[in-house]
């Protein structure tokens, strides 16, 4: 891939340059100082979030970001003249409430279209006596989604009330763990009588949440630890339901349906909500950069600086394990007390942080953080809506309910996923992959010029490393979104067609220009061994690291990933108890 991204227009291949930097916005109005309370690495979603606390509450705090724009992957870029792409992350929801309320992020420009119905999936078949195909389309009208599975399954139709009542109990009791620092079971061995007794009141949610499930408690213990397909198959006989539910529990993971303890990530994409609206999914007017730019303004408010085009090469400590502040890359040093790294643990501690200053045991335990990634995210632009057989386009070409949701496509049924699963775990791009497609034009008109529209296609499964030792190179990006775009085209005759652009993002460009280590948008797989007490290694999983002063604010610490801010506010609020002693 060129420098700054491949981008395709129709079959001709060419390098997208950034029109022009964003140097020292969002509040630098002066030059970088050589001196704050707090640095902060990366501009990202959760790095801007744990500023603006760090500011909030008078501890003076500068954003450095290496890239020309903030945002680490909830970004904007306007990739094709006159289109503009949420480039990495694509749909807003597990944002905590906490944190919009907190910053005022509607005041500060962040507007949402939301989605309903949310979800479509149409089935490749022969549509009988002259009817298209069958599709499925969920969504809040809980009457019509249940009209919906009954073309599958009458009995599913009747269940999935209690099934939406099950998760959403569970999810009500685990809501409030994601709003605090995990247990440290270390700290309640160690340290003053204070400090031990601090660390057993953060029992508390834990206790509450155990004592919520009450007599269910095994029953999602098993939602936990099992397979999906296990889970939803003890609730539903229908493929494309049990498929277009399972496309949750896997995306952005190198998970199968069947893999133990993919339930989780299911109930990870369950937990949303939007403006007071549970479960509420929405796209972000402008894009995704748009909640980064709202997160930014509230920051500047309170008087943090951020910075552009300001890479950091490592970060300063001296002889006693302590931070002193961060050196960019130009040789320029910035004190500080604290510094909270946005950046992956990989990238934190691999990579920023001398290494021959850390335990060998936790240099050894993040180097064994699984950071595999399935994901090639693919941006479009196109000159009309995608036409579906299932549900034909309309004579005046305005979308349609189903063209606001996300489009799952190559899902009627788990063994679908399962195989193109096996595909990439033998280096092989799959054959017939899972395919996610999300048209937010179709609500947002800022994104594209009239009757055009913007399509993020999020693919699975795609290896970081192909077999046979073939490099990612522009004929194999190109060969692989061939293929998924002959299926789209399957299932949408005239897709092709109308085809303006396209950017190619496999994992290793992932890695690259976003700096997700692996190409995994969570920072990091979010399975069980890698949650909670062990995000990202157990003993560390309070954001603080074996430096005093330095802290892990970015989704590869508790609770994940996802445009959630948790890590950013809940990291940020403990350096600040730490801010008092020092």
């Known amino acids: 891939m060129p420098a700054g991204g491949g981008l395709c227009l129709g079959r001709v291949c060419t390098t997208w340059v950034p029109k022009g930097s964003m140097r020292a916005h969002w509040g630098a109005v002066r030059p970088l100082q050589l001196k704050y309370d707090a640095v902060v690495v990366g501009g990202g979603h959760n790095g801007l979030v744990a500023a603006a606390y760090l500011q909030k509450s008078g501890v003076n705090t500068v954003v450095l970001e290496r890239r020309h724009v903030i945002g680490g992957a909830a970004v904007t870029e306007e990739i094709i003249p006159g289109f503009k792409f949420s480039r990495a992350s694509y749909l807003l929801s597990l944002l905590r409430p906490q944190i919009y309320k907190d910053l005022e992020l509607k005041k500060h420009g962040l507007k949402i279209y939301f ?249 050894k335990r993040i180097s064994q953080f699984n950071i595999k990634s399935p994901v090639t995210k693919i941006n479009v632009a196109v000159d009309r809506l995608p036409n579906f057989l299932a549900v034909p386009n309309t004579t005046n070409n305005k979308p349609l309910p189903h063209h606001q949701c996300s489009v799952h496509l190559n899902c009627e049924n788990m063994q679908l996923l399962h195989k193109a699963f096996e595909d990439a775990n033998e280096g092989r791009p799959s054959d017939r992959p899972m395919i996610e497609l999300c048209i937010p034009s179709s609500l947002d008109p800022t994104l594209a010029p009239p009757g055009c529209h913007v399509l993020s296609i999020f693919v699975q499964y795609t290896p970081y490393t192909l077999a046979k030792d073939r490099e990612w190179d522009e004929q194999e990006k190109n060969n692989y979104a061939d293929t998924v775009f002959d299926w789209i085209e399957k299932y949408a005759p005239g897709f092709k067609a109308s085809v303006i652009g396209r950017d190619i993002l496999t994992p290793p460009d992932l890695e690259r220009i976003f700096g997700l280590s692996g190409g995994n948008i969570f920072h990091g797989s979010m399975s069980l061994d890698q949650l909670y007490f062990a995000r990202p290694v157990p003993g560390y999983s309070n954001y603080r690291s074996p430096v005093s002063g330095l802290y892990l604010c970015g989704s590869g610490a508790h609770p994940g990933g996802g445009v959630m801010g948790a890590s950013g506010r809940n990291a940020a609020l403990v350096a600040l108890e730490d801010f008092k002693h020092l």
């Open 115 to 363: 989605r309903d119905p949310y979800s479509f999936t149409p089935v490749l078949e022969e549509g009988i006596g002259g009817n298209p195909p069958r599709s499925l389309l969920l969504g809040g009208d809980m009457t019509e989604t249940q009209r919906q599975i009954a073309q599958f399954s009458q009995k599913d139709a009747k269940v999935y009330p209690e099934y939406e009542e099950f998760m959403n109990c569970l999810v009500s009791a685990i809501d409030p763990l994601l709003d605090t620092s995990p247990v440290d079971i270390g700290a309640m061995k160690r340290g003053s009588l204070i400090q031990r007794l601090r660390s057993i009141m953060t029992l508390q949610p834990l206790l509450q949440a155990g004592l919520k499930l009450g007599t269910r408690l095994p029953q999602y213990y098993e939602v936990l630890t099992a397979p999906v397909s296990k889970i939803l198959e003890h609730w539903f006989e229908s493929e494309p339901l049990k498929s277009t539910l399972a496309t949750d529990a896997v995306i952005g993971a190198m998970l199968s349906p069947r893999t133990p303890g993919s339930g989780y990530v299911l109930l990870h994409h369950v937990m949303g909500e939007l403006e007071g609206k549970k479960g509420a999914w929405g796209y972000v007017e402008g894009g995704m950069g748009g909640v980064s730019h709202a997160i930014a303004s509230a920051a500047a408010s309170y008087g943090a600086e951020i910075f552009t085009e300001k890479p950091v090469n490592h970060v300063l400590l001296d002889n006693n394990m302590k931070v002193q502040g961060v050196v960019l890359q130009d040789g320029t040093e910035v004190k500080s007390k604290l510094v909270l790294s946005n950046a992956s643990p990989h990238t934190t501690f691999m990579k920023l942080t001398p290494k021959e200053q850390l335990p060998e045991d936790f240099i």
